[in-house]
């Protein structure tokens, strides 16, 4: 195993929007597979045709895109173990279905859904196994030439996987060590069905995994209980010295209460589970995502990274780098990770300081522009110097504008418990005083005119928290801002005093 190359897939079903548990998964494969210099295959896992819903594809591939997460090879992205789609796949895995039938591993079965139900009224707890086989009507039951005939005829029947019973299956797991179940437990699983001539996942995934030769298998706890199948389908196949090694991640579970993460908590808490936007084609409905939501992507990969691995330090903040370097599935939990979505905010504000006030003022641009500000009205130079004031209080970019629309638009209003508190008969008289004193300064940047007007207010023996407090609510509308004289500069000499004597105005 060791100078096997390390080869990775993530295998999504085409069934809807992608979860944000899916999304960690491949987030793993990708950070396992570029730590170790494998490849990452993208493959779609489409054998059950009712469940397709169109769009879900593109859909995926376009999360990934936003995330930056890359696959090396796969659907859309070509390589040399194709093809990647698995209803593209339909005479490999009849080949291997014949294979396991010749050698006794596998049986046909003709047992209809009637029957079936049959028996479960009949036997309590029914299942298809070493136990009830013999009393079903399949090719272990039947003669030889009864069952070459139904085939013949079209009888749709599906193919069993035969397993011994009372035998102990390892599984070697590299996050939860050896796991034991005995064989007995096991149902004879479906491998095929006539009906459509295609597998079912457990067939093809074993066929495609050994064949594209993966080399390890990255995937939710929800299918450990498959994986003593899996194990002895790969043994069926003698393929049992090429298996892949098997990581279970832990579950994503709600934020609150047990059980695992679902759609439904996160409408109810408000926040979303999918990485876009998802509008389902049968129901019309609309889910949120965590872009249209205004995460950052480097945030959603951090914050989930963190979800059921630590980087064995105490370190949060890491760029995808950084994970690909400390990542380690020894470090990974066995228990379920309660999905924080709070820390997913936490995460997105650091980044938004992370980056630079050029990156953010670019990513503000439409937000002015959906409250109808004429972007090309201001330089670039003035939206980096207003996000560089503002974006330490917001935890999203678009919330920018409720922290700064004073610096795209004067203020038609007053705040009204900020009047009652901070404007009185006095105050007219004293701004006008100040505006005065702000046309006689010639260098008007911040420091000169903070100087200048301190000690104007100390000079006349005002009050300095009852002038500037006046002062912001004039300008802003409302008491709250960054440093009054950062906005004074910003804004101008010009706009600064107009917004006074129209304060001075409005408030008589």
């Known amino acids: 195993m060791a100078e ?58 376009e999360s990934f895109k936003w995330l930056g997460i890359q696959f090396d090879e796969g659907v859309s992205f070509g390589g040399n173990y194709g093809p990647y789609r698995q209803s593209e796949r339909r005479d490999i895995y009849k080949k291997y279905v014949k294979v396991l039938l010749d050698s006794g591993k596998a049986y046909i079965a003709f047992d209809t859904p009637e029957e079936l139900d049959a028996k479960r009224k009949e036997i309590p707890n029914f299942q298809y196994d070493a136990s009830t086989r013999m009393s ?76 594209m030769e993966i080399s390890h298998v990255i995937r939710g706890e929800e299918w450990l209980p498959s994986a003593p199948l899996h194990v002895l389908l790969y043994r069926a196949f003698g393929w049992e010295d090429t298996m892949p090694r098997f990581a279970h991640l832990p579950l994503l579970l709600k934020p609150e209460g047990n059980g695992k993460l679902s759609k439904r908590d996160g409408d109810r808490l408000g926040f979303p589970v999918f990485p876009l936007e998802w509008h389902d084609p049968k129901t019309g409905e609309v889910s949120s995502g965590y872009r249209e939501s205004g995460y950052l992507p480097e945030a959603v990969i951090n914050f989930l990274a963190l979800l059921g691995w630590n980087p064995g330090n105490d370190q949060e903040l890491m760029s995808m780098d950084e994970l690909v370097n400390l990542f380690d599935l020894n470090h990974c939990s066995k228990a379920g990770a309660k999905f924080d979505y709070k820390k997913g905010i936490w995460f997105n504000h650091e980044y938004i300081l992370r980056k630079s006030d050029e990156e953010i ?142 304060a001075v105005e409005v408030l008589k």
């Open 361 to 502: 003022a670019a990513l503000f641009k439409p937000v002015l522009e959906a409250h109808g500000v004429a972007v090309h009205d201001y330089t670039d130079s003035y939206l980096t110097k207003v996000v560089s004031l503002v974006k330490g209080r917001v935890n999203f970019v678009k919330e920018l504008w409720e922290q700064a629309r004073f610096f795209f638009v004067a203020p038609e209003t007053y705040a009204e418990k900020d009047v009652k508190k901070r404007w009185n008969a006095d105050t007219p008289r004293i701004m006008d005083e100040l505006a005065g004193v702000l046309e006689g300064i010639g260098d008007f940047t911040s420091k000169p005119s903070e100087d200048i007007v301190i000690a104007w207010i100390t000079e006349k023996g005002y009050h300095l928290g009852n002038v500037m407090n006046a002062f912001r609510l004039a300008v802003v509308g409302e008491c709250k801002g960054p440093h009054m004289f950062d906005i004074t500069e910003l804004l101008g000499k010009e706009e600064t005093i107009r917004r006074m004597r129209r």
């Open 136 to 211: 079903m009507r399949n090719s272990l039951t039947m003669p030889k030439e009864e069952v070459d005939r139904l085939v013949a005829e079209g009888k749709q029947y599906v193919v069993r996987f035969k397993i011994e019973p009372d035998e102990d299956v390892h599984v070697d797991d590299l996050i939860r060590g050896d796991v034991k179940i005995n064989s007995s437990i096991l149902d004879d699983k479906v491998l095929y069905k006539s009906a459509d001539e295609l597998p079912t996942y457990h067939l093809a995934n074993i066929v495609d995994d050994h064949l």
């Open 4 to 61: 096997r190359k390390v080869r990775v897939r993530f295998a999504p079903s085409p069934t809807g929007a992608l979860h944000i548990g899916g999304v960690r998964t491949a987030l793993y494969n990708y950070l396992f597979a570029r730590q170790h210099g494998g490849d990452l295959v993208f493959r779609i896992e489409d054998t059950d045709s009712n469940r397709f819903v169109p769009g879900a594809e593109e859909y995926i591939l």
